[in-house]
């Protein structure tokens, strides 16, 4: 079946400091890939998505580009921010395991925590 | 533009006791929807998911229920709670139409059984 496979963390960066959350994936087809973010205390907002291969999904300064020849999509900022700490979640979905209806496949979640 | 609600925000609950959580969503129509749990704070799990009224779809088997018994409502239930039933309980909704099924989801519900 499908599956997500993202950094564990958690990671602890400086401000301005240059974030990289990797995400691998596993999927038949052409899944569609999201990152989530979720901020204390509260839901998943989404952050920014890409439907097909060499798509680069960019919201807020992130941003992360769908490489289907390794299967990846790895989130980046040039300059984090204080407010930038969350827990952020990679996901795909429309792969062949079963993924219909939207049904999302979720990482486990990577913990960023930015320091002043 | 689309908001989705859930309600009650926090809830703490005896264990053995029933449970009933709302989640409704406006400005769409026909929506698929979801139920998540989140355990201490990381992964998400599906537990049911809608893609009309009445019609329910159960991922893991449980102590849990769902119901859709109207187009932009969804509840989760249970009879009698178990302590494993604490966690973050999250609301989503999304709309199949050009190829991509983007989710989106409410501000959750946190339950503490006891």
């Known amino acids: 079946g499908d599956s997500v496979t993202q950094m564990e963390g958690p990671v602890t960066l400086s401000e301005e400091a240059f974030l990289t959350i990797n995400c691998t994936y596993t999927?038949?087809?052409?899944?569609?890939l999201f990152w989530y973010v979720q901020y204390p205390g509260e839901g998943l907002q989404l952050l920014l998505k890409?439907?097909?291969?060499?798509d680069k999904g960019s919201n807020k300064g992130f941003e992360a580009t769908y490489r289907k020849e390794t299967t990846s999509f790895h989130l980046e900022k040039g300059s984090v921010q204080v407010s930038d700490s969350a827990v952020y979640f990679c996901a795909l979905s429309g792969g062949a395991g079963g993924t219909s209806y939207g049904k999302l496949t979720f990482g486990q979640g990577t913990i960023l925590t930015v320091h002043p | 533009s689309q908001t989705i609600h859930q309600w009650p925000a926090t809830l703490v609950q005896p264990v053995g006791s029933p449970l009933s959580l709302e989640c409704t969503v406006e400005g769409t129509s026909n929506p698929n929807l979801y139920w998540y749990r989140q355990a201490a704070g990381r992964g998400l799990q599906l537990l049911f998911y809608s893609v009309g009224i009445g019609q329910i779809s159960s991922e893991v088997p449980q102590n849990l229920s769902a119901s859709r018994p109207q187009d932009r409502q969804f509840i989760l239930s249970s009879k009698k709670l178990l302590l494993s039933d604490s966690g973050f309980y999250l609301c989503a909704w999304s709309v199949t139409g050009q190829g991509v099924d983007t989710q989106y989801f409410g501000p959750g519900t946190r339950l503490t059984v006891l």
């Open positions: 890409a439907t097909k291969a060499d």
């Open positions: 999927a038949t087809g052409y899944p569609s």
